[in-house]
């Protein structure tokens, strides 16, 4: 059976010098990979991407404000909702911006898992 993509392959594989086998094989492949997006996408359409990242997180920061501006709750669980929203809009722009920087800090302030360790391993049995 004829691939209509195998000719669009083949040129592009014949464009590309083959890899060389080594130590560092897979840092080689990768780096490649990085420069060739870095490549693909110009500088103005990532910066247009981050606008409009930039832009939705306001719009939904300001959307969240306003539905919390018009509910009437007595003051108790009105302040705790506002001090959430105000949290939670950055924590979430900041959690799509930079993962793993988020990801170690929610470890550092998450403190333990509730139940705690236990002191005997997985496959112990008990009398």
Known sequence: ?????EPLIRRALRRRPPP????AFAEEV????????????????AAARRGLAVATWLLAGVASVAVLAHVEW???PRAL????????????????????????????????LPGGASEQPPGARTR
């Open 81 to 112: 909702a506002w001090g959430l929203a105000l949290v939670a809009v950055p924590l979430a722009y900041s959690a799509t911006l930079w993962p793993g920087r988020f990801l170690a800090l929610l470890a550092l302030c998450g403190g333990p």
């Open 30 to 45: 990768l780096r490649r990979l990085v420069a060739d997006q870095q490549r693909a996408v110009p500088r103005g359409r």
């Open 74 to 76: 007595s003051t108790g």
């Open 1 to 5: 059976m004829h691939d209509p993509a």
């Open 20 to 23: 060389r086998l080594g130590p």
